[in-house]
Nanobody
Framework: QVELVESGGGLVQAGGSLRLSCAAS????????MGWFRQSPGKQRELVAS?????????ADSVKGRFTISRDNARNTVYLYLQMNSLKPDDTAVYYC????????????WGQGTRVTVSS
């Protein structure tokens, strides 16, 4: 398993920016992909953005052009970031960092979540 620690959520006005961070206690060599998901009340959890070990990125249509996922690799820790610009009230949700380990086909490790609230 992977320990994931998230930070960076908060309250921001529409049009503002936030940067989410996640520290994963694993070497990049054991990770297939990492991603940010979000869930708002009454809605299913959705993938916001993901990045593979090779650096390929994928974004939900609703955040393309506004959010950027990135990653920094240390020896036994991988840091995942989500830069969120031009935030909208619809972006309000709890955001989760997740990891897909190399030997798994699903995102099986999850952080505790960090809340993002965008006021209009």
């Amino acid at each position: 398993q992977v320990e994931l620690v998230e930070s960076g959520g908060g309250l921001v006005q529409a049009g503002g920016s936030l940067r989410l961070s996640c520290a994963a206690s694993r070497s990049i060599f054991s990770i297939n992909a990492m991603g940010w998901f979000r869930q708002s009340p009454g809605k299913q959890r959705e993938l916001v953005a993901s990045i593979t070990s090779g650096g390929n990125t994928n974004y939900a249509d609703s955040v393309k052009g506004r959010f950027t996922i990135s990653r920094d690799n240390a020896r036994n820790t991988v840091y995942l970031y989500l830069q969120m610009n031009s935030l909208k009230p619809d972006d309000t949700a709890v955001y989760y960092c997740a990891v897909k380990l190399a030997w798994r086909t699903d995102f099986g490790s999850w952080g505790q979540g960090t809340r993002v609230t965008v006021s209009s």
